[in-house]
């Protein structure tokens, strides 16, 4: 039973995910008590400063999980677009495509050495630019800019992490990533109290995540390189660079570099137009409101995104009647866990701050209901567009970017004419009018799905998903 727990993808993501729920518990209300308004706002807005360095990865990390999954189920070659996926036969040969895996690691490693080199360049120019205003308002003090020089490095380390996650994740070790993390996160938790308690400001924290990021990539560098030992593969050249591998999977990667970026203008577009404006008690609510609805999200869509190289794998072997079945539970319990934790958060969350020595609030309930349903919408759209993804066809890049780009342009328009309310009208009309509904319609014709039985179907494996595993982990159940 304790086996089964501990190497299940959906079960260890989440005890994953529910350790930082610790941060939440533990590390946000010291946040709010031990700092200043101002300080709040640098500390939440890293999370955009991270996600920002992130967007050099430019579709790499998810490209390189399907083609991993790919010539783990022993493909010989990655389809480049959908004529491809659709005329490619299915793989009767199971096993791993050895030497294709490790002509895919080689030409990743010189690849993430640029998208290393482009993460300090982007964080030196824009990212700083994004943090100045809080910077000017703080009076530049110096603790502030050196935990914005500690970010630097943390986020270099972070981007070369990527590509070994990818691996273990498109080699079906979601579970053992998780294990690690859970791992890591507590012992961050931990050593946050203590420098919280201790009245430490921000950087010491950033400095902590530091730490955290060096032993993550070593673990998972060593961990990888072993699974390649184990299947006797000889790495002779570390830097050898694929041209055919390369050039499979660079179609999709530009296309989803495009994608992130204007993904990353519509989540964190918003956070980057209220960190520009003189009101603190405004900009730190706000923050903090995007903080814990980033993570209420991040926990629902777990039991999706922890399975994905399963999905990958099904979609590889054109398994569509299971793929639907697989994806209706994983999309339900998503589905169910964000609105769950929304309603619980507009009716209590204030309440609960209240109890805190802090002025730091959600924003006004309508606007955070507001902000739950266009984050909803969101997230259903990307588990759609990830399951189309799949094909290797990616037709995202220009409503991703034109979206992006409408919300920020328009953002900084409407701000000072109708304030906050405006800038998230903003954001919930432009997505509402394209995206949310479209990765939805290629999803559902690419599975042969019609539109009735999708709202039927997605339910009712859900339910049954839910009831099997509160069966499976009953602990009183007869052995």
Known sequence: MLKKVY?????????????????????????????????????????????????????????????????????????????EYENKEEIKNASPNIPKLIDLLTTSNRVYLFLGMLVIIMLMTAGMAFVWNVMKLSGHRFDFWLAFGLMVPYCYVTILTVKWSSFIRGLGFVAMEARVNTILNVVKIVLFIILLLLKMKPAALIAVMFAESIIKIWYLRVFTLKWFKKNNATIRDTYYFNKEIFWSIWPATWKLAGIFWGNYLVDSGNSIIIAQISDTKLMSSFLFT?????????????????????????????????????SSEYIFVGVFLMVLACIILVLFGNWALQFLDTTTRFIEPWLFLLMCLTILLDMHSSFHGTIYTSTNHVPFLIPSVLAGALIVGLGFYVLPLYGLVGILMVRFLVQFSFNN?????????????????????????????????????????KR
């Open 7 to 83: 190497n299940s993808p959906t079960i260890m993501s989440w005890a994953s995910n529910f350790v930082r729920f610790g941060s939440l518990i533990f590390v946000i209300p010291l946040i709010l008590t031990a700092y200043s308004e101002i300080e709040q706002s640098l500390w939440f807005l890293t999370s955009t400063i991270v996600g920002f360095a992130l967007l050099a990865d430019s579709g790499f990390g998810s490209v390189l999980v399907r083609a991993v999954a790919y010539f783990y189920a022993g493909s010989e070659t990655i389809p480049k677009t959908k004529e």
């Open 290 to 326: 995007t903080r814990i609805i980033t993570f209420v999200r991040s926990i629902a869509q777990t039991p999706f995104f922890a399975n994905i190289p399963s999905l990958y794998k099904l979609a590889a072997q054109k398994k569509l009647q299971d793929l639907k079945a697989r």
């Open 437 to 477: 509904w479209y990765a939805m319609f290629l999803s559902l014709r690419l599975l042969r799905w019609p539109w009735l039985n999708y709202f039927y179907e997605v339910p009712k494996f859900g339910i049954l998903y839910i009831t099997k595993k509160s069966k499976e982990f009953n602990p009183i159940r």
